[in-house]
């Protein structure tokens, strides 16, 4: 018999699991705030009690800020590299292979599932980095960041936009999986929010 079979209390050690640290804060209204972010950034840095950083003092174990997707600022930078995009669009961000050929075949397998859902590709954006705050052990694994767009077809309500984005990811991650690909990552793939992630 169990521990949880033999007594009646509430805490047994085999329910304990790992888990990372979370903070969130918001603005109830919905409203963006430079303030907001920054106040983000800092409650991630006090979360370093966790221990959550590696042997060279540096590198950390991959945290992130969850938020509501800028549109004016990809809009903007999207057009700076020729992309348009329209009101309802998503971006998905994507941790490739640094080797061309491996990020060239998860980028395909990744527009293969968008168009098996009825969704087509605006475009690609490499997403400016600075490796200079990481330490050596995140720098030795540091990925291709890309950004990916995909504008909402006409007749689409955004609830079936959002799941078929969501489909899409899924497909392509188990896909690459499947194909022995370790690099191949996608924190977020939405209409609605977007992950920076380190």
């Given amino acids: ?12 050690p085999e329910f304990e699991r790992d888990n990372c640290g979370f903070g969130l804060i918001s603005h109830m209204d919905g409203n963006t705030s430079h303030w907001l ?12 009690h966790r221990g959550a950083i590696a042997a060279d003092g540096k590198s950390g174990d991959g945290c992130g800020l969850l938020m509501k997707k800028p549109s004016g600022f990809l809009t903007t930078v999207a057009a700076e590299t020729g992309i348009e995009l329209t009101d309802g669009f998503g971006v998905g961000v994507a941790f490739l292979d640094t080797d061309e050929n491996a990020a060239q075949i998860s980028r395909a397998t990744v527009e293969k599932e968008l168009v098996d859902e009825g969704l087509q590709v605006t475009g690609w954006r490499v997403v400016p980095t600075d490796s200079s705050a990481c330490g050596e052990a995140a720098k030795a694994n540091q990925p291709q960041i890309e950004q990916i767009f995909v504008n909402r077809p006409d007749g689409m309500d955004a609830i079936d936009f959002e799941r078929h984005l969501y489909v899409a990811r899924r497909r392509a991650e188990k896909v690459l999986e499947a194909a022995g690909d370790k690099e191949f990552y996608m924190p977020t793939f939405s209409a609605n929010v977007l992950s920076y992630k380190g």
Avoid: K
Wanted: aromatic share 4%; hydrophobic share 40%; net charge negative.
């Fill in 37 to 48: 972010v920054s106040t983000a950034i800092e409650a991630l840095n006090r979360m370093t």
């Fill in 1 to 12: 018999m169990s521990n949880t079979e033999n007594s009646p209390a509430l805490y047994h």
